[in-house]
């Protein structure tokens, strides 16, 4: 259009341009009209004379107050407003007659220019075609009606003048327009040429390589449906126009093929956007249909096809569908008869694609949502990790790491897939915060994180080995009980061959337990937190006569009882109905008691004390002291009973 209009200025033409969407009434339409055909004449030309003239007519077309109000518009230059209405010397068509010939008296036309005519709401549209009418018969003006023929209609059939008539909106239409400038359909080169320039300037701008596989996706989605879309410059322009303003809000968030036919359809098809957004669920296999169990892969792509022309009302159902299912693995199983592995998903989520649970929501809400931790943000704290300097990239994850551990530490262990962090580093940032990963649960199912840092850590030691493991138990509690915890997992996985460091971290790791019980021997057990945890590690990692001897030692210690230590035996876990969580006992197993204190000389040293009652729902020390002896008191009498 730029191209055309400095051909026209250069060809003998004034050239006024009207935005019909920036007025609100008929009243500031006229007056904005005017002025922009004044703007359009030079001074010289239009003379004082005739900008009088032409100030009366639009005074007695639209009232002073209108005129006044509009933006640009000179009372004193343009119109004489309030004059002009009191002196009422001449009569409107008088003032049109003499309008017409100022107007005839210029030595070049003017071309009043209306683009996007098919972007105004129903009434912006009449009002506008109202008053080329009323005005468009004045001699040396000329109008260009720029628009979507397929759509302005569409927007006509909404009006009551017109209705929903297909027929009586193309009879208005002919009846506006004298001479149509058919644009014609670019040939497909044209198009890909376009398309093709379009990404490759948001590409070079913002940094982005495509990959094979990214060309194979966006050559679907262009054969299958955006060819049907892209017929014009205008289209082009007008999608690359919105990827590249949002672009910056999810760069290193999402997948760029994916966030770009996305935008195509809240752009092109936003019916179509919104069935995506409430289908969330069974597009991405949270949730789905009662019909699932039954439904083959034809009836369940016929029921989408069905569903998209019904909601989504495209103008092209088929490409759209098609479209779809470049973008959703489950309606690309549906539509090629086919089922993906899990393996599929896993390279979706690689890619931080739409059709991923993880990162939907980065897609819909343009942008990383307030409640979901940001890639940009992981990649640089573990870029401080690799250069070795804490900075407030660090610290905002470690914020994370106090919300949300399992989130977190998941993306941290995919950096370290990327690119390997230094294990030194690594495992100090994990262990410090492993106690407290594990006491974090989400959902119903009340799953703690700490599985998530143990597999992240564990493939850390399988590729650097355990030099700095000794480091690691010698932090603090914390980092022993993943250092303990680590080799425990380990020792499960044996048979893998993978854990070549194994034996020497045990003899390592097993030595800092016995330091940390020992030292935990000089407080009362009621104050040394979490006992249990490391007196299992311990047994687990030097075999049941060494747990024996070292916890009957350590019973010596005159801050400890045997009482106290049955009850920091005891399991206290966690119980949630996913809105609310709280703490219960579990029960003291005499299998556990044998294992860590020989069960016979538990009984032996302790004296019969009756089964007091305890209540599970109490934490407290003094009830797990009670729930622990009661226990206690069962074994023993079971073994009294002759029946055993």
Same mark, same amino acid.
């Given at each position: 259009?730029?191209?055309?209009?400095?051909?026209?200025?250069?060809?003998?033409?004034?050239?006024?341009?009207?935005?019909?969407?920036?007025?609100?009434?008929?009243?500031?339409?006229?007056?904005?009209?005017?002025?922009?055909?004044?703007?359009?004449?030079?001074?010289?030309?239009?003379?004082?004379?005739?900008?009088?003239?032409?100030?009366?007519?639009?005074?007695?077309?639209?009232?002073?107050?209108?005129?006044?109000?509009?933006?640009?518009?000179?009372?004193?230059?343009?119109?004489?407003?309030? @004059?002009?209405?009191?002196?009422?010397?001449?009569?409107?068509?008088?003032?049109?007659?003499?309008?017409?010939?100022?107007?005839?008296?210029?030595?070049?036309?003017?071309?009043?220019?209306?683009?996007?005519?098919?972007?105004?709401?129903?009434?912006?549209?009449?009002?506008?075609?109202?008053?080329?009418?009323?005005?468009?018969?004045?001699?040396?003006?000329?109008?260009?009606?720029?628009?979507?023929?397929?759509?302005?209609?569409?927007?006509? +059939?909404?009006?009551?003048?017109?209705?929903?008539?297909?027929?009586?909106?193309?009879?208005?239409?002919?009846?506006?327009?004298?001479?149509?400038?058919?644009?014609?359909?670019?040939?497909?080169?044209?198009?890909?040429?376009?398309?093709?320039?379009?990404?490759?300037?948001?590409?070079?701008?913002?940094?982005?390589?495509?990959?094979?596989?990214?060309?194979?996706?966006?050559?679907?989605?262009?054969?299958?449906?955006?060819?049907?879309?892209?017929?014009?410059?205008?289209?082009?322009?007008?999608?690359?126009?919105?990827?590249?303003?949002?672009?910056?809000?999810?760069?290193?968030?999402?997948?760029?093929?994916?966030?770009?036919?996305?935008?195509?359809?809240?752009?092109?098809?936003?019916?179509?956007?919104?069935?995506?957004?409430?289908?969330?669920?069974?597009?991405?296999?949270?949730?789905?249909?009662?019909?699932?169990?039954?439904?083959?892969?034809?009836?369940?792509?016929?029921?989408?096809?069905?569903?998209?022309?019904?909601?989504?009302?495209?103008?092209?159902?088929?490409?759209?569908?098609?479209?779809?299912?470049?973008?959703?693995?489950?309606?690309?199983?549906? +539509?090629?008869?086919?089922?993906?592995?899990?393996?599929?998903?896993?390279?979706?989520?690689?890619?931080?694609?739409?059709?991923?649970?993880?990162?939907?929501?980065?897609?819909?809400?343009?942008?990383?949502?307030?409640?979901?931790?940001?890639?940009?943000?992981?990649?640089?704290?573990?870029?401080?990790?690799?250069?070795?300097?804490?900075?407030?990239?660090?610290?905002?994850?470690?914020?994370?790491?106090?919300?949300?551990?399992?989130?977190?530490?998941?993306?941290?262990?995919?950096?370290?897939?990327?690119?390997?962090?230094?294990?030194?580093?690594?495992?100090?940032?994990?262990?410090?915060?492993?106690?407290?990963?594990?006491?974090?649960?989400?959902?119903?199912? @009340?799953?703690? @994180?700490?599985? +998530?840092?143990?597999?992240?850590?564990?493939?850390?030691?399988?590729?650097?080995?355990?030099?700095?493991?000794?480091?690691?138990?010698?932090?603090?509690?914390?980092?022993?009980?993943?250092?303990?915890?680590?080799?425990?997992?380990?020792?499960?996985?044996?048979?893998? @061959?993978?854990?070549?460091?194994?034996?020497?971290?045990?003899?390592?790791?097993?030595?800092?337990?016995?330091?940390?019980?020992?030292?935990?021997?000089?407080?009362?057990?009621?104050?040394?937190?979490?006992?249990?945890?490391?007196?299992?590690?311990?047994?687990?990692?030097?075999?049941?006569?060494?747990?024996?001897?070292?916890?009957?030692?350590?019973?010596?210690?005159?801050?400890?009882?045997?009482?106290?230590?049955?009850?920091?035996?005891?399991?206290?876990?966690?119980?949630?109905?996913?809105?609310?969580?709280?703490?219960?006992?579990?029960?003291?197993?005499?299998?556990?008691?044998?294992?860590?204190?020989?069960?016979?000389?538990?009984?032996?040293?302790?004296?019969?004390?009756?089964?007091?009652?305890?209540?599970?729902?109490?934490?407290?020390?003094?009830?797990?002291?009670?729930?622990?002896?009661?226990?206690?008191?069962?074994?023993?009498?079971?073994?009294?009973?002759?029946?055993?």
């Amino acid at each position: 259009m730029l191209g055309i209009e400095e051909r026209l200025r250069t060809g003998g033409w004034y050239l006024a341009r009207h935005n019909p969407w920036m007025y609100s009434s008929y009243d500031s339409a006229v007056a904005g009209f005017f002025a922009e055909i004044r703007d359009a004449v030079p001074d010289e030309v239009m003379g004082p004379d005739r900008r009088q003239t032409l100030g009366e007519w639009v005074d007695r077309l639209a009232p002073a107050g209108a005129i006044g109000s509009l933006a640009g518009v000179d009372a004193t230059g343009v119109v004489t407003a309030t @004059a002009a209405l009191i002196k009422g010397d001449r009569s409107p068509e008088r003032l049109r007659k003499s309008t017409a010939e100022a107007l005839a008296a210029l030595d070049q036309p003017v071309l009043v220019i209306l683009d996007d005519l098919d972007r105004l709401q129903p009434d912006e549209l009449l009002l506008t075609f109202k008053l080329v009418r009323l005005i468009g018969r004045l001699p040396n003006l000329y109008y260009l009606l720029a628009y979507d023929e397929e759509t302005l209609s569409e927007v006509l +059939q909404h009006t009551q003048l017109i209705g929903a008539d297909p027929g009586r909106a193309r009879q208005y239409l002919e009846k506006m327009v004298q001479v149509r400038l058919d644009i014609p359909p670019l040939l497909e080169d044209q198009r890909i040429g376009l398309v093709d320039q379009g990404i490759d300037g948001i590409c070079a701008a913002h940094g982005i390589q495509l990959g094979p596989a990214d060309q194979e996706r966006l050559g679907a989605a262009w054969s299958e449906c955006l060819v049907l879309y892209l017929d014009q410059p205008r289209a082009v322009k007008r999608l690359f126009t919105q990827v590249d303003a949002f672009w910056l809000e999810v760069d290193g968030e999402v997948d760029f093929v994916d966030f770009l036919l996305m935008t195509f359809l809240r752009t092109f098809e936003r019916d179509v956007y919104d069935l995506v957004v409430d289908s969330r669920g069974e597009l991405l296999g949270s949730t789905f249909p009662a019909s699932r169990g039954t439904e083959t892969n034809a009836e369940r792509w016929n029921r989408w096809k069905q569903l998209i022309s019904e909601q989504g009302r495209p103008r092209h159902p088929d490409g759209i569908a098609a479209l779809l299912a470049v973008l959703f693995l489950y309606l690309h199983g549906a +539509q090629k008869n086919t089922s993906y592995s899990s393996a599929f998903r896993e390279d979706v989520r690689r890619r931080r694609g739409v059709d991923s649970e993880e990162f939907f929501d980065r897609y819909t809400q343009v942008g990383v949502p307030a409640g979901d931790l940001p890639d940009k943000l992981v990649a640089a704290a573990a870029a401080e990790l690799r250069n070795g300097q804490a900075g407030p990239a660090l610290e905002q994850f470690q914020v994370w790491l106090d919300k949300d551990a399992a989130k977190a530490v998941q993306k941290l262990s995919r950096a370290d897939e990327q690119e390997p962090l230094p294990a030194d580093s690594a495992l100090a940032l994990l262990g410090r915060n492993y106690l407290a990963s594990a006491q974090q649960r989400s959902g119903f199912l @009340a799953l703690s @994180a700490d599985w +998530q840092v143990l597999s992240t850590a564990l493939r850390i030691l399988d590729r650097e080995g355990a030099a700095g493991l000794d480091t690691l138990a010698a932090r603090g509690p914390s980092e022993l009980a993943l250092a303990a915890n680590l080799l425990r997992k380990a020792k499960r996985n044996a048979s893998t @061959a993978r854990h070549g460091w194994l034996a020497d971290a045990s003899r390592v790791v097993s030595a800092a337990l016995e330091a940390h019980l020992r030292s935990a021997s000089g407080r009362k057990l009621h104050e040394a937190s979490d006992i249990a945890r490391y007196a299992y590690a311990f047994w687990d990692l030097r075999g049941r006569e060494s747990a024996h001897i070292l916890l009957w030692e350590l019973l010596e210690s005159p801050e400890w009882t045997l009482e106290d230590l049955l009850a920091a035996l005891v399991p206290v876990g966690r119980t949630s109905t996913g809105r609310r969580t709280w703490r219960t006992l579990g029960d003291l197993e005499a299998g556990k008691v044998d294992e860590l204190l020989g069960l016979e000389r538990v009984l032996a040293a302790l004296p019969e004390t009756g089964t007091e009652d305890a209540d599970e729902s109490d934490v407290s020390f003094e009830n797990r002291r009670r729930l622990a002896l009661r226990a206690m008191e069962r074994v023993r009498a079971g073994r009294g009973d002759p029946a055993e």
